[in-house]
């Protein structure tokens, strides 16, 4: 079985190249954007703050996210950062759905 680092740095390796993924993100069906804001707004807030201006973890304001690479923003969710607090959410999501809450997160998140 593969380390979560190495699936980590795999996914990393094999997005680099790939340019800017963010243009072309399908947007979930309204029900599930409903769900992944609220799981947002709950379970990311609980650490990053409720109002994701920051707390254990770091802010996710556009401000804090603009100059961070959004394939890696992505990986953040889906995969986490072994080591650390963050968790990954695979199980909760797909890759699709995580890179759908970057998207959102770096353009200003929805209430």
């Known amino acids: ?3 979560s680092r190495l699936v980590f740095a795999l996914f990393w390796a094999s997005t680099a190249t790939a340019g800017n993924a963010q243009s072309t993100i399908a947007a ?3 029900v ?3 769900e992944l ?3 947002v707004r709950q ?6 703050g409720m109002t994701l201006q920051g707390g254990l973890g770091p802010a996710l304001l556009p401000a804090n996210l603009q100059e961070k690479p959004f394939e890696g923003l992505v990986a953040t969710i889906y995969y986490g950062r072994p080591g650390t607090p ?3 959410w695979k199980q909760f ?3 699709a ?3 759908w809450i970057v998207q959102q997160l770096m353009s200003g998140f929805p209430q």
């Open 37 to 39: 804001v609220r799981l």
């Open 43 to 48: 379970d990311c807030g609980s650490c990053h």
């Open 93 to 95: 999501m797909s890759e």
């Open 32 to 34: 599930r954007q409903k």
């Open 28 to 30: 979930p069906d309204t």
């Open 86 to 88: 963050m968790p990954p």
């Open 1 to 3: 079985m593969l380390s």
């Open 97 to 99: 759905e995580a890179a």
